[in-house]
């Protein structure tokens, strides 16, 4: 059974950069097409795609967040990391990791077609 587990600070402030987690139980991250992605979902509004890191440990980003966004992850844990940088309000949401099977590269995969959510994080930007 695939499990996923976002952590991180619920509070960031404003200009800060900020720090997620997510831990993938029963399937390592490095498994040949899977790719590990950060949602995020702003309230009142829908799931928005951040980025990925692929199983090569290749990653991707959305054009509107490339400049600010980074990922990475930690084999030896099993864990993909998401920073933020210089954040504002508008960054306050719910924060997901998601992955997918893919034999082409994720972007654009549609969010209905992947295999395996977290719970969620909520991160709220506020002085």
């Known amino acids: 059974q695939v499990q996923l587990q976002e952590s991180g600070p619920g509070l960031v402030k404003p200009s800060h950069t900020l720090s997620l987690t997510c831990t993938v139980s029963g399937r390592s991250i490095t498994t040949n097409y899977y790719y590990w992605s950060w949602i995020r979902q702003p309230p009142g509004k829908g799931l928005e795609w951040m980025g990925a890191i692929a199983f090569s440990g290749s990653t991707y980003y959305s054009p509107s967040l490339k400049s600010r966004a980074s990922i990475s992850r930690d084999i030896t844990k099993n864990q993909i990391t998401l920073q933020l940088n210089s954040v504002t309000p508008e960054d306050t949401a719910v924060y997901f990791c998601?992955?997918?099977?893919?034999?082409?590269?994720?972007?654009?995969?549609?969010?209905?077609?992947?295999?395996?959510w977290g719970q969620g994080t909520q991160v709220t930007v506020s002085s």
């Open positions: 998601a992955g997918v099977y893919s034999i082409v590269p994720v972007p654009g995969t549609p969010l209905t077609e992947y295999d395996f």
